[in-house]
């Protein structure tokens, strides 16, 4: 099997300004802008990306973005191609978060297309699966990531898988403060990985990495790191605070020498 390298993202949602990411990408350059062992990925809002991404110059922080369109050009208003993304150096896009799936009606279709579309420009799609409340409680969970995964991820080919990353976020543990018990997470991410495994082959999956989020924090990372499918975490509001986010990635490093 493969070594993984776990990669912290910190998915900053409709959060900061230019000005305010500039403060928090200046702090966290000089906590963590050279650490190596973890990949650390920065998501800011549309508006901030091209001012994050000449900060992030010359460290080993990496841009992303919180979504992007299928089509790469065209009568599409308020939207923004994979190409735009690229041309401002983003390598990582979030694609189908449960937000853009509940609040704004993106379908597993949708998030189809820009999963394709993203790896034709050569970026790299954080996959977000997960169930909710009401589906976890309808013993309906395996179901439900099985669906997001096999319908977000058709036609890409298996050469391709390991620019894939997956996010495991249950949507009853995001902004919520519950977090699934590092039982109830690395569970779902077997899941997820014996998925990869029939729709990519076992050594092509064990490249890819499964991220969780909902409400990963500084105080349960280290347990949740500890599960052997665990690769990382998709960070909401614990990106956004220079201190919080730099134990996540320490702990993130740290879970590697274990
Ligand atoms: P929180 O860490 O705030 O729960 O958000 C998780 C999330 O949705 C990341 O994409």
Redesign the pocket.
């Known amino acids: 099997m493969s070594k993984r390298i776990p990669l912290i993202a910190g ?1 900053w ?1 409709m959060n900061k300004t230019a000005t305010e990411a500039t403060e928090l990408v200046q702090a966290l350059s000089a906590t963590i802008g050279k650490e190596s062992n973890v990949h650390v990925v920065l998501c800011p809002p549309f508006t901030a990306l091209e001012r994050v991404s000449g900060l992030l110059e010359g460290t080993h922080l990496v841009l992303g973005a919180q979504n992007a369109h299928d089509k790469v050009s065209g009568a599409f208003t308020g939207e923004v191609s994979v190409v735009m993304l690229r041309d401002l150096h983003v390598t990582y896009v ?1 694609l189908g ?3 853009r799936r509940a609040i704004f009606g993106e379908t597993d279709a949708f998030v189809n297309r820009k999963v394709l579309s993203a790896l034709e420009a050569s970026l790299r799609p954080i996959l ?1 699966v997960g169930e909710t409340l009401a589906e976890r409680e309808a013993g309906k969970a395996f179901e439900v990531v099985k669906t997001q995964l096999e319908a977000g991820l058709a036609g890409v080919n298996q050469a391709k898988s390991d620019q894939v990353v997956i ?1 495991y ?1 249950p949507v009853w ?4 403060g519950k977090t699934a018990t590092p039982a109830m997470a690395q569970e779902v991410h077997a899941f997820i990985r014996a998925t990869l495994n029939t729709l990519f082959g076992i050594e092509a999956a064990s490249r890819m990495r499964i991220l969780y ?5 500084p105080d349960n990372a280290d347990a949740l790191l500890a599960e052997k499918d665990i690769d990382g975490g ?6 956004l605070e220079a201190k919080s986010f730099t134990e996540l990635v320490r702990s993130a490093a740290r879970s590697v020498s274990r």
């Open positions: 998915n949602k979030i978060h449960s937000e977000c996010a976020e543990a995001i902004g919520t989020g909902g409400s990963m924090k998709l960070i909401g509001g614990a990106a």
